[in-house]
């Protein structure tokens, strides 16, 4: 038995000051009342304007609407940490300092969201009415869809430069109208990774979570950086809710992560609505996505290597993207279990339309406890719908975005998301 | 009495062997070939009323295929259709496979039987196959089986695996009761409480890949090929970035190496920038030119094939696996160098 | 590997299996004719199950 350290009484926490948003609507200012939230088109606009974007259109659509996004780039849940940001998601908005402390105020229920052609992004559609609706996150959310023209002649990663910095300032400063009013819901989030009095004891769980970083337009930022180059870190659970990480990744749409999901972490939520019960929150690392085999082996063994220093008794580990990503999740998996930490990951199958092929592209060889976050491939009906955002054409089908349309799964935005968000999952049927 | 419709392939049906393999299909009265020990083993309750044969290149060319094969055997409107035995025969496999899964689809009763590790296997989806010997001289006991299940699907019942059933029983969606991450950290802690067998994840299976018999690549015609998705700058065939539903072949006649602007990958799995840079680092043509003109490779096949690896179902990947191993063969190459991203 | 192919001959990455950026152009074609070497000598070497033929 080490020591037992005594944590000091007021230990480093973050609070969450959460805001209801339950209706949505367009004003002269931007204000936020009784769990309505106002925005001024023209300061959003103002906010957004950029000398890669010639214009820029922004429109709410809320759930129930007869409705569909195309072309769904990132989503960012509205917070601040107080005027101009105060801190908030560091890197972008202020300096790149460490957050996970203080007050967080989260508008809750709505979403800035970027639509429209990048390259390499492949098409993203999210339903806001229907039987689909349910399976993205954004479908049971007020967005306000972010539509946008290039500059002429600006460069393509401009255009994408431009849309994460002014959807991010544009985030913080809805949730700023929401700074004096009071809270809904106060949350008091458990300080994470230390020893702590109420959880010794307990088994340590953390979570290792990949980003996707393979380059332009499939990247992900950490403290404004591209997290592409490093290796595996522990990241303050509390860094996460305050915008540390943001998602440029516009790959994969049901397998990827928006910034509003890693806001949000599921695997974060889960291991601190157990923290102090059953278990112990150990940690968060977090791990690139090398597209080269020998840096997936490297990143998966530097992993381990810090879940064991961090005493990590067990581990979620998640993946964004296709079948390589399976490789980063089975590699960690394998080198976890090898250290002698349990893991579990979470796999969407991609196991053909009739869900009958093998559900795993790249299966751990030894550790055996899998998630499943539905099938990829699974065909869905779409109805036709009065109004669509993001653009006029469904890429794939050449389709008037209105239209009724069958979809693979796949195409649903974060319908098997790969951090966990959704109740997707798949079990063997009987002989039809 | 019920009326059953067989299918089988040119070389069961007696016309011919692999000369005899782009024969399209055609329908005879009654039983056929294997199909005359079944109508014993079915009599007096269930008559073969006809035959639908083809043969294994022309049933194996695509869904038009199928889909013929499906026009004739709905003409004798069957109680039940019933494939092969295909035994390990990939093409006949596949054709019975893919019938079996065209006539589910239709609402036709239906069952297939084949060797467990015939390549067409998975094709068949979620309709009931059983399961066959190896070869021919394992047909009367394949036979025995396929008209037991026959019986049994005639009288009502599921195939099982004691009916000797085979195949993938297909995954549907469920909507759970907690979200993905609840549930990881719930398998978690049973895993802690040293439950090692919990998983919503049955392990895959991949298949057992038996290895070729090696080869002197200087003496014989070696292909390259790539799931890099390196096509002609204009994508002529309309190869998909992604979930690939097809492959193509480009020649390779006259080209010692592959300009940058003139080929690109259209993968949509990896940037492109260093393919489309240099297509020689998606397919080696360079190299293997080189190699050619040494001596070290006999001759290089005046062709590449091509699909996008990228999400590809495995259902499709295994089609294509089979398609490239045919097309190769017929272009007598035996020995290829794939590079796969 | 743990796709079970016979004969497999590790590269440098996703993007360019024939390949590698990170190299000048001449070094890269000779990286590129020596994979293709590893694989001409990989068809031609008996295997019984998946074996990786390195490229020293």
């Known amino acids: 038995m080490g020591s037992v350290r005594t944590v000091p009484e007021q230990a480093p926490r973050l609070t969450r000051a959460v805001h209801g948003v339950t209706s949505v609507a367009m004003g002269d200012g931007t204000s936020y009342a009784g769990g309505t939230l106002t925005v001024s088109a023209a300061e959003a606009e103002s906010v957004l304007a ?383 | 009495m019920s009326r059953v419709v067989h299918y089988i392939n040119q070389f069961f049906a007696g016309i011919g062997g692999e000369d005899k393999a782009g024969t399209p299909p055609e329908s005879r009265p009654g039983p056929v070939g294997p199909g005359r020990r079944l109508q014993e083993l079915l009599a007096p309750d269930h008559e073969i009323v006809a035959t639908v044969l083809c043969g294994d290149d022309h049933a194996a060319s695509g869904p038009e295929a199928i889909e013929e094969i499906m026009r004739l055997v709905s003409e004798h409107d069957p109680d039940l259709l019933v494939a092969g035995p295909a035994f390990t025969s990939g093409r006949y496999g596949l054709a019975c496979a893919r019938v079996a899964a065209a006539a589910t689809a239709a609402g036709i009763p239906v069952v297939a039987a084949m060797h467990e590790e015939n390549p067409g296997l998975e094709e068949a989806g979620g309709a009931p196959v059983v399961a066959s010997g190896e070869a021919a001289r394992r047909m009367a006991q394949s036979l025995d089986t396929l008209a037991a299940a026959v019986r049994a699907l005639l009288a009502g019942e599921e195939l099982t695996a004691a009916h000797g059933r085979i195949g993938a029983i297909p995954r549907r969606v469920r909507v759970a009761d907690d979200d993905a991450a609840t549930r990881a950290v719930a398998l978690a802690m049973a895993r802690l409480g040293g439950d090692r067998e919990a998983t919503e994840v049955p392990l895959p299976r991949f298949d057992k890949v038996a290895p070729a018999a090696p080869v002197d690549p200087s003496e014989v015609t070696v292909a390259i090929l790539t799931e890099g998705a390196l096509v002609p700058d204009d994508n002529p065939g309309h190869l998909e970035s992604a979930r690939a539903t097809r492959w193509l072949r480009y020649p390779l006649e006259g080209l010692e190496s592959l300009p940058a602007g003139e080929w690109r990958s259209v993968h949509g799995g990896f940037s492109t920038q260093w393919a489309n840079e240099d297509p020689h680092r998606i397919l080696p043509l360079d190299a293997a030119r080189e190699l050619e003109e040494h001596g070290a490779i006999g001759r290089l096949h005046a062709a590449y094939l091509v699909t996008a690896g990228n999400g590809t179902s495995v259902g499709n990947a295994r089609r294509f696996g089979i398609e490239w191993a045919a097309d190769l063969r017929h272009s007598e190459v035996r020995a290829a160098i794939l590079t796969s991203t | 590997m743990r796709v079970g192919a016979p004969r497999i001959v590790p590269t440098k990455g996703i993007p360019y299996p024939a390949g590698d950026p990170s190299l000048s152009p001449s070094e890269e074609r000779a990286w590129r004719r020596r994979l293709v070497e590893k694989g001409l000598e990989a068809v031609s070497t008996p295997v019984t199950g998946p074996t990786v033929f390195e490229v020293a």
């Open chain 1, 50 to 432: 950029d000398p890669a974007l010639a214009s820029v259109r922004v429109t709410w659509t809320s759930p129930g609407d007869s409705a569909r996004i195309v072309k769904v780039l990132d989503a960012v849940e509205p917070r601040t940490k107080g005027p101009g940001g105060g801190g908030i998601f560091p890197g972008f908005l202020g300096p790149a300092r460490a957050q996970g402390r203080g007050t967080t105020h989260v508008l809750r229920g709505a979403t800035v969201v970027a639509a429209g052609y990048l390259p390499r992004a492949q098409e993203a559609v999210v339903e806001m009415s229907g039987p689909v609706a349910e399976m993205s996150p954004l479908g049971s959310r007020h967005n306000l869809v972010v539509e946008f023209t290039p500059a002429e002649g600006a460069p393509w990663e401009d255009v994408d430069r431009a849309l994460r910095r002014g959807v991010i300032a544009l985030a913080a400063r809805l949730a700023e109208a929401a700074l004096d009013a009071e809270p809904d819901e106060v949350e008091e989030l458990p300080a994470v990774g230390g020893g702590d009095g109420e959880v010794d004891g307990l088994p340590r769980v953390g979570a290792v979570t990949n980003l996707q970083t393979q380059g332009n337009f499939k990247d992900v930022f950490v403290y404004g950086r591209s997290f592409g180059t490093a290796l595996p870190t522990l990241l303050d659970p509390g860094d996460v809710d305050d915008g540390a990480v943001v998602s440029g990744q516009f790959g994969h749409p049901s397998l990827k992560n928006p910034t509003l999901v890693h806001q949000n972490h599921p695997v974060v939520a889960a291991l601190r609505a157990r923290h102090g019960t059953d278990l112990s929150f150990a940690g968060l690392v977090i791990a690139p996505e090398p597209v080269d085999a020998v840096q997936k082996d490297l990143v998966a063994a530097h992993a381990a290597r810090v879940c064991a220093a961090a005493g990590f008794d067990a581990a979620v580990v998640t993946k964004e993207g296709g079948g390589n990503a399976d490789a980063d999740v089975s590699l960690k998996m394998d080198a976890l279990e090898d250290a002698g930490i349990a893991a579990v990951g979470i796999f969407a199958e991609m196991a053909g339309p009739d869900g009958t092929g093998p559900p795993v592209v790249v299966p751990p060889e030894r550790a055996t406890a899998m998630v499943s976050a539905g099938n990829y491939d699974e065909r869905l009906t779409l109805p036709e719908v009065e109004r669509a955002l993001g653009g006029e054409q469904v890429a794939l089908l050449e389709l008037p975005a209105t239209a009724a349309m069958e979809l693979p799964t796949a195409v649903i935005y974060c319908a098997n998301s790969p951090l966990g968000w959704g109740r997707l999952t798949c079990a063997e049927a009987p002989t039809p």
